[in-house]
């Protein structure tokens, strides 16, 4: 994993993004004083890496004077403007959150039992915990207030969102587990009650026309509600199911609970909904996005994928929605989308096709245990992916085309779900793996970008194929091309119609990619290229 996914966590966490502040005069090591183009995005305590193209180095504001910022250790490096030079700090727009510091402690909870950092493990354990005292500070303890149990959605924030309830409840949970602690386990039991009224209430107060078994979207510190409930919801089950074996004595009230929750939310999960709406003051119907309604999200699916599937296992629901949006293609306006990679910001699941020209990258983060057990081409291609660009996934949305950042914001959710991605890795071992390592010849896989005007490729990626001429009752054969320039591939990488393969010093366009699958799962795909003439 890379060391700076670590760094970024260790040093940013609790904050939900962070983002770069161009330098404006060159500050030369030995000092603490360096000069930005905005000195407004920055504030006293911040945690900063000061970088450019040569040298990077992590230090801390102590003052901020106009656009000058003063660090609390000398400088151990000269920056240079005309070489990148730039401060990377926390977005102050954005703050701090509960919800970010879960999904660190979730990561750090990985990164504490794994090799790589078994050296570090003191160091994790007290970030860890200072991450779970933060998180106690961003909940409701007024108990006569609905959002009693609840976390605020920021720092600033008075929303206690129920989603944020069920990210939270795992983290304490794994705090607990590590330190003993039993202040995060009473509290993460707290967060629970905060469900069970998010569930139960609103249709004793009439904010719903009845009891449905979703939870309420949020409720303000201010007893304001805001009444959709959202599939997303369905993450939750992991808190509550953990909390079955961490709380026995309330077992049959979560049990009771994620029932009712599944019972409400899996029909509109399976139909591919972001929310009910409820009456008396909604409409009674499920919503999408969009000016037609026929877009979501693509993060509260996957995380209502995993909850459910933490829940029931691969079960029909679970492969019917997983393989639904897997299966969205790339379009004439995004060529260069690869469901096998990650999935995009926005969906259109009318016309199935990308609804944005970049991919969310947590969602290869969120996704690696489905895929890992039930998709292997997809979970092996998304880390090769993840690991060529890992700091351009870093950021929540890279480009399709170059994974260059749509937004130059690194996010906490990204580096610590991919980072989760990184720890768990494990190469895929299949019988065509095996075969693949034995007998395969190495090729460049060159993806295919753009294809309306003039056909464009990506850097290559290293895959093994196995490959053979093709026959006669293959392929249809082209006029200006003989039956020598077609070759069938196997390959365990996720092909592409337009995609290019180097072989042998020949480039040839894939044509064709049929899937062969065995037990539900992806075996190979099997590939017909045609020579690319001219080349």
């Known amino acids: 994993m890379p060391e700076a996914y670590y760094e970024f966590v260790m040093y940013y966490a609790p904050y939900f993004y962070v983002i770069p502040t161009a330098m404006a005069m060159d500050p030369p090591a030995?000092?603490?004083?360096?000069?930005?183009?905005?000195?407004?995005?920055?504030?006293?305590?911040?945690?900063?890496?000061?970088r450019d193209d040569a040298h990077s180095e992590w230090n801390r504001v102590a003052e901020v004077n106009g656009n000058v910022l003063t660090m609390e250790n000398d400088l151990q490096y000269t920056y240079y403007v005309n070489k990148n030079g730039r401060v990377e700090g926390p977005d102050p727009a954005f703050g701090r959150g509960a919800f970010p510091a879960a999904f660190a402690i979730n990561f750090l909870y990985e990164a504490y039992k794994a090799e790589q950092f078994e050296s570090r493990r003191a160091a994790i354990l007290d970030k860890i915990g200072e991450l779970a005292d933060f998180i106690l500070n961003q909940q409701c303890m007024d108990s006569d207030s609905y959002a009693y149990g609840g976390f605020k959605n920021t720092e600033a924030g008075v929303e206690c969102w129920s989603v944020d309830a069920g990210r939270c409840i795992p983290a304490l949970l794994q705090a607990y587990e590590l330190t003993g602690e039993s202040l995060y386990l009473d509290r993460a039991k707290l967060a629970a009650l905060f469900l069970w009224n998010m569930q139960h209430r609103p249709s004793m107060l009439n904010i719903h026309d009845r009891y449905y078994g979703g939870f309420a979207r949020y409720v303000t510190l201010n007893d304001d509600w805001s009444q959709p409930m959202g599939v997303e919801d369905l993450y939750d089950l992991i808190g509550l199911k953990m909390l079955c074996d961490f709380d026995p004595n309330n077992k049959d009230t979560y049990e009771a609970m994620m029932a009712d929750l599944v019972a409400f939310l899996r029909e509109g999960l399976e139909q591919l909904y972001l929310w009910f709406d409820p009456k008396p003051f909604g409409d009674g119907k499920w919503h999408r996005v969009g000016v037609n309604e026929t877009e979501v999200y693509d993060d509260p699916i996957a995380f209502a994928l995993l909850g459910l599937?933490?829940?029931?296992?691969?079960?029909?629901?679970?492969?019917?929605?997983?393989?639904?949006?897997?299966?969205?293609?790339?379009?004439?306006?995004?060529?260069?989308?690869?469901?096998?990679?990650?999935?995009?910001?926005?969906?259109?699941?009318?016309t199935r096709f990308p609804a944005c020209p970049y991919y969310d990258a947590v969602t290869s983060g969120i996704l690696w245990r489905i895929r890992k057990n039930h998709d292997r081409p997809a979970y092996a291609f998304s880390m090769q992916v993840v690991k060529k660009y890992w700091?351009?996934?870093?950021?929540?949305?890279?480009?399709?085309?170059?994974?260059?950042?749509?937004?130059?914001?690194?996010?906490?959710?990204?580096?610590?779900?991919?980072g989760m991605l990184f720890l768990n890795y494990e190469e895929p071992n299949?019988?065509?793996?095996?075969?693949?390592?034995?007998?395969?010849?190495?090729?460049?896989?060159?993806?295919?970008?753009?294809?309306?005007?003039?056909?464009?490729y990506g850097d290559p990626f290293d895959i093994k194929i196995i490959a053979s001429p093709s026959r006669a009752e293959e392929i249809i054969l082209?006029?200006?091309?003989?039956?020598?320039?077609?070759?069938?591939?196997?390959?365990y990488a996720p092909l592409r119609v337009?995609?290019?393969?180097?072989?042998?010093?020949e480039d040839y366009e894939v044509l064709s990619v049929q899937p062969y699958d065995f037990r539900g799962e992806t075996a190979y795909f099997r590939v017909i290229c045609r020579r690319m003439l001219g080349q």
């Not at 030995?30 to 000061?50: C, H, L, M, R, W």
């Not at 969205?328 to 699941?349: L, M, T």
């Not at 260059?404 to 959710?413: F, G, R």
């Not at 337009?498 to 010093?505: A, F, Q, S």
């Open 30 to 50: 030995g000092q603490k004083n360096v000069t930005v183009v905005d000195g407004s995005k920055f504030q006293a305590g911040y945690p900063v890496e000061i």
């Open 309 to 350: 599937y933490t829940y029931e296992g691969w079960s029909t629901t679970c492969q019917r929605v997983y393989n639904f949006v897997q299966t969205i293609r790339a379009s004439a306006k995004y060529p260069a989308y690869n469901p096998a990679v990650c999935w995009p910001g926005y969906i259109d699941v009318v």
């Open 391 to 418: 700091q351009e996934w870093m950021y929540w949305g890279p480009l399709f085309t170059d994974h260059s950042p749509i937004t130059p914001q690194k996010a906490m959710a990204n580096v610590s779900w991919l």
């Open 430 to 456: 299949t019988p065509f793996t095996r075969i693949l390592r034995a007998y395969g010849e190495a090729a460049l896989l060159y993806p295919v970008r753009a294809s309306e005007d003039r056909v464009d």
């Open 478 to 491: 082209e006029p200006g091309y003989v039956i020598n320039d077609y070759i069938t591939v196997y390959a």
């Open 498 to 505: 337009h995609d290019k393969i180097r072989r042998k010093g």
